[in-house]
């Protein structure tokens, strides 16, 4: 019978803390679709501030916050946006930005560090006398940090560079920020500083922060001006939003501060992993809380079979293909959890005949 939980399929989840219902259930409300909302004011205010931005505006989930952003800048139907192949908005987010916005994606191969060579950025950008045969680039995205790289981090100086040459063409930058302070602890930069190129950004707080519902989008008044409006065109219109928005508020005050934790954490379970025979990592390309690893080719181990192993002994995570698992460490996740996961990890690529309890027994013998 499994005793004991470890779920680390991803940071989206974390339950609410006694903080976050206490004051969820104390929270100040008003109708948000009439701009009321006295706490939904207070978190769109906060993380504007935090960013260093004009404004912002919550939303129910960070797919509709870079929905609603790349549709803001790329008003005119067969637009084009520049964003990497392996970026979130291209990958995971069903495809929105064409199917409900008309806007074309055009894809530059993302590197191993979640970054787009600039050269490449640059060459493809259209130029404007094919308009007649192109679509006009209107957008570049950037992802920071990276989820499908492991969670790397895009640096300062790499976001001021594609800044630039958004201007230098007059385009727009938007960042999809779902873990934007995960990449601006592990760099120990602000996180406004970190998007300070960007003109609009989309902030998760149910990711790394570990409130249970929503996302935070900032960028100039106009940008929010407009981005209301297609809010509520969306269905992402609610009205006693301070309700989520009171807990948003509690995993700002609480949780930012537990990120270079959880950061160690995985960079202990990196390194656990690292020393079992069977899988291959890049322990030093764990730079915040997302790990993954490759089943080694030619093991007696499939992917579907190590997760159901794991699950008998309460360990979550995450096939990503045949050969793959995502890990994602987050707040509720304590040390003790990570060293518990890796001895069932070490179990399960032992011989069948040493029984589960014994091999616990003789990691003390």
């Known amino acids: 019978m499994v005793t004991k939980t470890v779920d680390l399929r991803s940071d989206t989840v974390t339950k609410p803390t006694e903080a976050m219902r206490a004051a969820m259930a104390d929270a100040e409300v008003d109708d948000d679709v009439l701009c009321c909302d006295p706490t939904a004011q207070r978190l769109e205010t906060e993380v504007a501030k935090i960013t260093g931005k004009e404004a912002g505006l919550f939303v129910p989930s960070g797919t509709m916050g870079n929905l609603i952003s790349v549709l803001v800048?790329?008003?005119?139907?067969?637009?084009?946006?520049i964003l990497g192949d392996n970026c979130h908005i291209h990958i995971y987010e069903n495809g929105g930005i064409s199917t409900i916005g008309g806007v074309h994606p055009r894809t530059v191969?993302?590197?191993?560090?979640?970054?787009?060579d600039i050269d490449l950025i640059e060459a493809a950008i259209r130029d404007p006398k094919g308009a007649l045969v192109y679509p006009t680039t209107r957008l570049i995205c950037l992802e920071n940090s990276h989820a499908n790289t492991g969670g790397k981090c895009l640096s300062v100086e790499y976001t001021d560079k594609v800044g630039e040459l958004a201007k230098k063409h007059g385009l727009k930058l938007h960042i999809d920020g779902a873990r934007i302070f995960n990449a601006a602890v592990a760099l120990g930069v602000p996180v406004d500083r970190l998007v300070q190129a960007a003109d609009s950004v989309s902030v998760c707080i149910s990711k790394g922060l570990g409130a249970p519902v929503g996302s935070v989008i900032v960028g100039s008044e106009s940008f929010i001006t407009k981005a209301r409006r297609l809010r509520k065109t969306l269905g992402g219109g609610m009205r006693q939003v301070g309700i989520l928005c009171a807990a948003a508020l509690v995993a700002l005050r609480e949780n930012v501060g537990k990120l270079e934790s959880d950061h160690k954490k995985a960079k202990i379970l990196a390194e656990g992993l690292n020393k079992i025979r069977g899988l291959a990592l890049n322990v030093a390309s764990v730079e915040t809380n997302i790990i993954y690893f490759d089943i080694n080719e030619g093991s007696n181990m499939t992917v579907q079979k190590l997760c159901k192993n794991l699950e008998e002994h309460g360990i979550l995570v995450m096939p990503e293909t045949s050969t793959r698992v995502r890990l994602v460490v987050h707040h509720q996740i304590s040390e003790n959890d990570v060293h518990y996961a890796l001895s069932c990890f070490q179990v399960i690529h032992i011989p069948l005949s040493i029984s589960f309890p014994r091999f616990l027994e003789s990691l003390y013998d």
């Open 73 to 81: 800048h790329c008003e005119v139907r067969g637009s084009e946006v």
């Open 109 to 116: 191969k993302n590197n191993e560090d979640g970054t787009m």
